[in-house]
Nanobody
Framework: QVRLVESGGGLVQPGGSLRLSCAAS???????MGWYRQAPGKQRELVAT???????NYADSVKGRFTISRDNAQSTVHLQMTSLKPEDTAVYYC???????????WGKGTLVTVSS
């Protein structure tokens, strides 16, 4: 089984920055990783993904502001968030996709609150 643990969330003012981290209980160099978020009353949505080769993609709403990265040796993935907006407020979840098992693994989430 795979366990993902997010950290780095908190309260930040609009325009500020936060760096989220996700630690995995196993190596995942062959897996695509991602960050998703869910705001109250909304469905969970894709924020950013990164392939095993390091290719990233982003939701239009965060392009130019967020950066996803991974460190396969440490089994960690990060999300650097800058120029944060109140609409970025959500619980952010780390995701690992396993094609061989045909399933996704999720962390418990870390809350990001952007407010003045």
């Amino acid at each position: 089984q795979v366990r993902l643990v997010e950290s780095g969330g908190g309260l930040v003012q609009p325009g500020g920055s936060l760096r989220l981290s996700c630690a995995a209980s196993t190596i995942f160099r062959f897996n695509a990783m991602g960050w998703y978020r869910q705001a109250p009353g909304k469905q969970r949505e894709l924020v950013a993904t990164i392939t095993s080769g390091g290719t990233s993609n982003y939701a239009d709403s965060v392009k130019g502001r967020f950066t996803i990265s991974r460190d396969n040796a440490q089994s960690t993935v990060h999300l650097q968030m800058t120029s944060l907006k109140p609409e970025d407020t959500a619980v952010y979840y780390c995701n690992l996709h396993s094609p061989s098992l045909g399933m996704d693994y999720w962390g418990k989430g870390t809350l990001v609150t952007v407010s003045s």
